[in-house]
């Protein structure tokens, strides 16, 4: 018999790199809804093991104009050496469209160009032009054929909308990893 979805979930873990705490904020709250205990923070944790895992969150923020948060910066090159080919990966990206409309959400883009070579197969991706909020930038590396690569956030300008995307992309979540078990 083939292992369920929730064990998915309960042997899961959030990786995640921020610099002033509101990817941190949103990875908890992300773990919490999906029901994942743990929870590494890049800064003091290492990156490695995370493809020996089923399933991982991985969660990240844009800085200085489309380059990966410091933490995730010091993983780039591992993150393209690991082997994910067992592993389900879900990506997360927070962003500023107003102040860096020309790179939102990069870092999305970037974790996915790092990973895919290596077998990861990405779930959650996200329909902007679906969400009720909706998005106003004019480039992001997070997009593929018109959908994110993962769920994309923007607590500088929509942190209001993030509670529902959360609860949304979360359901969507349990949705995907039920159909690949
Ligand atoms: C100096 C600086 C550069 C940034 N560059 C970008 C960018 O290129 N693209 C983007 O979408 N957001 C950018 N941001 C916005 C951050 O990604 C956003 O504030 C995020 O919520 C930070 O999360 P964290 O503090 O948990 O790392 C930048 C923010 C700062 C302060």
């Given at each position: 018999m083939g292992i369920g979805a929730d064990e998915l979930l309960a042997n899961g873990a959030v990786y995640y790199g921020s610099s002033l705490g509101r990817v941190e904020g949103v990875a908890k709250h992300i773990a919490a809804n999906l029901g994942i205990p743990t929870l590494i923070d890049l800064y003091d944790s290492p990156?490695?093991?995370?493809?020996?895992?089923?399933f991982v969150v991985l969660a990240m923020s844009t800085w200085y104009d489309g380059i990966l948060q410091d933490d995730w910066r010091e993983h780039h090159a591992e993150l393209a050496e690991l082997?994910?080919?067992?592993t389900i990966v879900a990506l997360v990206c927070l962003g500023d469209q107003y102040g860096y409309p020309h790179t939102f959400a990069d870092a999305l883009g970037i974790v996915a160009e790092a990973v895919e070579p290596g077998g990861a197969a990405l779930i959650g991706n996200w329909d902007p032009k679906a969400d009720p909020a909706g998005y106003d930038f004019?480039?992001?590396?997070?997009?593929r054929n018109g959908r994110f690569l993962g769920l994309v956030l923007d607590e500088d300008n929509q942190s209001g909308a993030t509670d529902e995307r959360i609860r949304r992309w979360c359901d969507q979540i349990r949705r995907e990893l039920s159909e690949r078990c």
């Open positions: 990156l490695a093991g995370a493809e020996a895992r089923r082997d994910w080919s067992d004019r480039r992001s590396r997070g997009l």
